[in-house]
């Protein structure tokens, strides 16, 4: 239970703005090793943004008001760093490239017109979906949150796994890419956290329908980078949070 406990503190560090001096680094650490705990990390990263929604609700803020708030401190929490790989991710694949020069797209740090739309998009979603749950049920909203955020960091976990590396060298390659047991142990928790709180927030059907969807998109995505990029890259990784993020928030508001 310790070792997990510091597994999740070590993937937060990594994932967020958590201070490390909390979290204990052996030596040779490989970020890897850790993965399975990232849903819990997700959890925790969705704290701010789960209390900065209750509180602008309870102020009387408008759904939508209290949504984009939300999302915002989540942004914040995490740095940015999935929309980062989004908006990479989409500039390298949105042109059609061949994959070195498609590689070499997502290392830029610019930002270009398929990023910028897919960013633009990403917040648009979720501020709009959030909105919708806070309609329905501002407590339920909340426990989407967090179900969302356990739920994209297992999926990130289980590509990073199910995937060779596409960019030796880079970030995720460097970080020790995760066994197939440890990917599907943190799919499978970040999905089984999925079911309880989306079931506990708006009912089994909605919360089935959100995991369906999340995972028809994390497939659908392994598929597109298999056979543009021949693996994983880390902006794939953040790319496919955001991905399944919005695709189960999605399929939570079409039950609500």
Known sequence: MREFADATLRSLVFLTRFPGRYASFPA?????????????????????????????????LSPLVAATLSVAALV??????????????????????????????????RVGTYGALALLLSVALRIGLLAQLVEADRGGAALALFAAAAVSRGAMA????????????GLADRMGRPTAA????????????????????????????GLALGGLVLLWFRGVIWRRLGGQ?????????????IAALLGLALGA
């Open 182 to 209: 440890i990917g599907l142990r943190a799919l499978l928790l970040g999905d089984g956290i999925f079911l309880v709180l989306g079931a506990l927030a708006f009912g089994i059907l909605p919360a089935l329908a």
């Open 28 to 60: 040779g650490y490989a970020l890897g090793a850790d993965a399975q705990a990232f849903p819990l990390a997700g959890l925790l990263a969705a704290i701010p943004a789960a209390l900065v929604l209750l509180a602008a609700d309870a102020a009387g």
């Open 76 to 109: 914040l929490t995490t740095g940015a760093l999935h929309e980062d790989g989004l908006g990479d991710v989409a500039d390298g694949l949105g042109g059609h490239h061949e994959r070195e020069r498609a590689i070499a797209i997502m290392k830029d740090s």
């Open 158 to 169: 289980w590509l990073w796994s199910a995937l060779p590396s596409a960019d030796i060298g």
């Open 233 to 245: 890259s880390g902006d794939c990784l953040g790319a496919v949070q955001q991905l399944t993020e």
